[in-house]
T-cell receptor, first 115, second 111 residues
Framework: AQSVTQLDSQVPVFEEAPVELRCNYS??????LFWYVQYPNQGLQLLLK??????LVESINGFEAEFNKSQTSFHLRKPSVHISDTAEYFC?????????????FGKGTKLSVKP | DAGITQSPRYKITETGRQVTLMCHQT?????MFWYRQDLGHGLRLIYY???????DKGEVPDGYVVSRSKTENFPLTLESATRSQTSVYFC??????????FGQGTRLTVV
């Protein structure tokens, strides 16, 4: 079965430090990849996505993720985090030619930014 | 207002009662989804729908019923609520092989 693994359930980090949230998926077939962010008591919001083209994608608030096909990874990075980045982050994948209903989520990583 | 809305935002119900969670989207997206979110389990797919009158089971469908008579609505019914169904429920919609859009969630407590 296809799956998404987020290797860290919790990541504590100090403000202005760099952070990497890891995401691996199970299949080497062509994929669409997403990172979502969830702030407390809110729904999930799209942070960034990879559909095709450049393997490095960026969000408007300084996050970036790189699609690595050989390692089946889509790690999320930010060079300097802020307190306001404290949230839960979900990686998701769907597959070319697969059902649009087949959007698979990882279990999430809670990012806690400390002053 | 454009978007996807869920109602109610909060609900407390008793064990054994039937409860329906509503979801409405304004984009005419073909796909709609219901997830539940529980600590330690992330998001788990309950049911999804590819179009009006087409629904399919997800990972955890037992105890839930869905219908989709109109493209824009996708209600989720708990036929006889149990305490294990206490959770946060999210509805989402998707118009193609791009991102899904999520509602704000319904926090359901079964006592």
């Amino acid at each position: 079965a296809q799956s998404v693994t987020q290797l860290d359930s919790q990541v504590p980090v100090f403000e202005e430090a760099p952070v990497e949230l890891r995401c691996n998926y199970s299949s080497s077939v062509s994929v669409y990849l997403f990172w979502y962010v969830q702030y407390p008591n809110q729904g999930l919001q799209l942070l960034l996505k990879y559909l095709s083209g450049s393997t490095l994608v960026e969000s408007i608030n300084g996050f970036e993720a790189e699609f690595n096909k050989s390692q089946t990874s889509f790690h999320l990075r930010k060079p300097s985090v802020h307190i306001s980045d404290t949230a839960e982050y979900f990686c998701a994948v769907s597959y070319y030619g697969g059902s649009q209903g087949n959007l698979i989520f990882g279990k999430g990583t809670k990012l806690s930014v400390k002053p | 207002d454009a978007g996807i809305t869920q109602s109610p935002r909060y609900k407390i119900t008793e064990t054994g009662r039937q409860v329906t969670l509503m979801c409405h989207q304004t984009w005419s997206h073909s796909y709609m989804f219901w997830y539940r979110q529980d600590l330690g389990h992330g998001l788990r797919l309950i049911y999804y729908s590819a179009a009006a009158d087409i629904t399919d089971k997800g990972e955890v469908p037992d105890g839930y019923v869905v219908s989709r008579s109109k493209t824009e609505n996708f209600p989720l019914t708990l036929e006889s609520a149990t305490r294990s169904q206490t959770s946060v429920y999210f509805c989402a919609s998707r118009g193609g092989n791009t991102e899904a859009f999520f509602g704000q969630g319904t926090r359901l407590t079964v006592v």
